[in-house]
C-alpha cells in the first residue's frame, strides 16, 4: 500500500507557509509480526501543532525536519500479524499527517464510537473536549453559578468550554472572531458572545460581566489575558491552555500589562496540558457521549478532504477560517 | 499631648518626593470613655502602602488626599477611658505615620512580645513575616527538598521567606541589590546570593538552579518574573507577592514576555494577600519567636529616626537602600 504523508521541511519563523512542508508517497511495508497496517480515514490539525514545529525543550518532542509530522487520526486496520487486531477494525493512533501507515499494535487503540461518527474522537469526545473538561472542571474548579469567560469560544475546545460550563450551571461569555461564529456561539447558548474584530474587548467585556468573571478560559492569549485580568473578580481562577495570538511569535508576545492585579485580586493562574488528565478522559467521554446523543451539545467541524490539504487546513486555525473542529478527511 | 502626622498632600505619578507629603502638628483630644491616647514609639513603611497612594479600587482603600496615612505602629498607652487598658500597656494599632493618636480602644491590641524586642511586630514576627509565611507555605506550597527563588530577599519580607526555606530543609537562591546586601545574603544562609544589579540575571539563575526551581516567591516583578519562569521547572508554583518594581508605574509594566511557558510548563501563579491568611498567624508568631530566640533566624533592621524623617524612610524602600524590615522610630 502507497501512503502520501507530510513532512517538515524546514522550522518556520513566523507564520508557516506551505514552503515549510513536503508530501512525499512511500511504500508502507507489509506488517511484520505483532504490527498492524492502517488506512487513516480522519486525522486532525490542532493550534499546539505549531509548537513541535520549534526546536527547543517543549512538553512535546519537536518535529524532525525531514520527517513525517504526528497527530492526532482515526483509520481501519487493512492488515494485521496481531492476534489483538483484525482487517476492519476501527482504531486510534498518533500517526497522523499521512494516509496510512504500519505500526506495532501497541501503538495503536481500538475505537468504541459509542454510536457516535468516528470523526468526533478528534473533536468534541477527544483531546480538544478532554482538555475542555479538564480545564474548566478541575483546573479552573468550575462550580455551578460562576461567570466564564471563554476566549476562541468558536474553536474545537473553546466551543466544549462554552457548551460544558452552560450544562454544569454557568454563565458564559465568549468570544470569536466575525458574524458567522459569533452566530455560532449564540447557536450553542453562550450568553455573551462577543465579535472580538468589532469594538473594543475590554468594554465588551465589562458590559457583559458588570460584576466581573470567576473564571476565564484562555485559548489566546495577549489582548484576551489582559481583558480578563481587568475584569477578574478577586479569587478569580484562569486555566491557560494555550495562546494562539502568539504561537507563531512566542519570543516578543507580550504578557499582560495589568500583571500587577494578580496580587491585589488574588488571582490564581494555572497553565495546563491535557496529557496531565488523563485520569479524567473515561468519565469525559461517558457523560460528552450522553450529552451529544441526547442532543444537548452541538457538534461542529469544518471539514477539508484530502491529505494535499493538510496543510492548508492547518494553517486555517491562525487565519481563523474554521469554526469548531478543523479536521481533515482522508478516505 | 501634640502629635506630629504625615499627610497625603496630592497623589504621585511615578515616584513620590517629599512634596507629595505634608507634615502638621495636631492637638490630639483627651480619651472619652471608652477611648485611649497612645504614644507611638515604632511605625513601619512597606511597599503596598504606594499603592494606597494611587486613587481607585484596590484591596486597601487609597489614602485621603489632606488626611494622616495609615499603616502598623506600636507604641504605648498613655491615657484610658477604657478598662481593658491602662496607663504604660503596650499597643500595637494601624494608627501609623504619626506620633499619637487618641482612638477607640477597640482598635488597638495589647502586645504580648514573648520576649522579643517590640519593633519585631512590625517586622520579622509582625505581617512581613506572617507575608512570608503565607506565601510559601500556603500559597506557593513548599515542600521540604524544593529548590526556591526568592526577589527581593535581603527586604523584610524576603529575609523572612529565605531563612524560612533553609529552616525547612529548602535550597534557597536569592537576588538582592548590591555587595551589602549579597553580604547579608550570605549570612542568612542563602545558598546562592544574586546581586542583579551585577551581570545577566538570567544566567546567574541559570547557574545557580541547573535543574531548575520549585517555588518562585515574587516581591519585584519584571525582569525577576520572566526569568523566574525561563527557569522554572514543569509545576512549579509562584507565589506573587508584589512588584515593587512596577509600583511607580503600574499602567506600564510589562508582564512577563515569556508567559505562554506556564503552558508548556503548568506553571501555577497566584497572588495572595497576607490579610485573606489571619488564620496563621498565632501558628506563625509562636514557631518564629521560638527561632529568633534560639538564633535560628537573624533579624535585620534598618532604622530611621522621627516623624519627620518617616517620608524618607519610605522613599528607600524603593531606591533599595534598606536592608531588612525598614523602620522608623518615634520615641
Given amino acids: 500500500m502507497k501512503s502520501r504523508e507530510v513532512r517538515l521541511k524546514s522550522r518556520p519563523q513566523g ?8 508530501i512525499v508517497t512511500v511504500d508502507l511495508p507489509a506488517p511484520k509480526d505483532g504490527e498492524v497496517q492502517v488506512r487513516n480515514s480522519w486525522m486532525t490539525v490542532d493550534p499546539y501543532m505549531r509548537g513541535r514545529m520549534y526546536d527547543g525543550p517543549s512538553y512535546a518532542a ?28 476501527l482504531v486510534q493512533s498518533f500517526f497522523g499527517w499521512r494516509e496510512g501507515f504500519t505500526a506495532p499494535a501497541s501503538l495503536v487503540q481500538k475505537l468504541d464510537t459509542h ?19 479538564a480545564g474548566l472542571m478541575r483546573v479552573a474548579a468550575f462550580k455551578p453559578g460562576d461567570t466564564v469567560f471563554v476566549s476562541g469560544a468558536a474553536g474545537a475546545v473553546g ?7 452552560k450544562l454544569k450551571g454557568g454563565t458564559v461569555i465568549g468570544t470569536a472572531g466575525g458574524k458567522e461564529k459569533v452566530a455560532f456561539l449564540k447557536e450553542i447558548g453562550v450568553d455573551h458572545a462577543i465579535d472580538y ?32 485580568i481587568a475584569v477578574a473578580k478577586e479569587h478569580a481562577r484562569f486555566a491557560i491552555c494555550g495562546g494562539i495570538s502568539g504561537y507563531n511569535d512566542m519570543a516578543a508576545m507580550a504578557g499582560p500589562r495589568n500583571f500587577l492585579q ?70
Fill in 62 to 89: 519537536p518535529f524532525q525536519v525531514g520527517e513525517a509530522m504526528q497527530g492526532g487520526a482515526v483509520g481501519k486496520v487493512v492488515a494485521s500479524k496481531s492476534p489483538a487486531f483484525k482487517e476492519g477494525d
Fill in 115 to 133: 454510536g457516535l461518527p468516528e470523526q468526533m474522537f478528534l473533536g468534541a469526545v477527544g483531546m480538544p473536549g478532554h482538555t475542555a473538561w
Fill in 197 to 228: 474584530k468589532e469594538g473594543n474587548l475590554l468594554q465588551a467585556l465589562q458590559k457583559a460581566a458588570p460584576k466581573g468573571i470567576d473564571i476565564y478560559f484562555d485559548n489566546v492569549g495577549g489582548d484576551h489575558l489582559e481583558a480578563a
Fill in 262 to 331: 494578580v496580587v491585589g485580586k488574588r488571582l490564581r493562574i494555572e497553565g495546563f496540558i491535557v496529557s496531565d488528565h488523563g485520569d479524567m478522559l473515561g468519565e469525559y467521554v461517558g457523560q460528552m457521549s450522553e450529552w451529544i446523543k441526547a442532543g444537548k451539545v452541538q457538534v461542529r467541524e469544518t471539514v477539508d478532504e484530502g491529505i494535499e490539504n493538510a496543510v492548508g487546513a492547518f494553517l486555517k486555525l491562525f487565519s481563523g477560517a474554521n469554526t469548531g473542529k478543523m479536521l481533515v478527511k482522508l478516505a
Fill in 159 to 165: 466551543s466544549m468550554v462554552a457548551q460544558i460550563a
Fill in 15 to 22: 507564520l508557516p507557509t506551505g514552503a515549510h512542508f513536503d
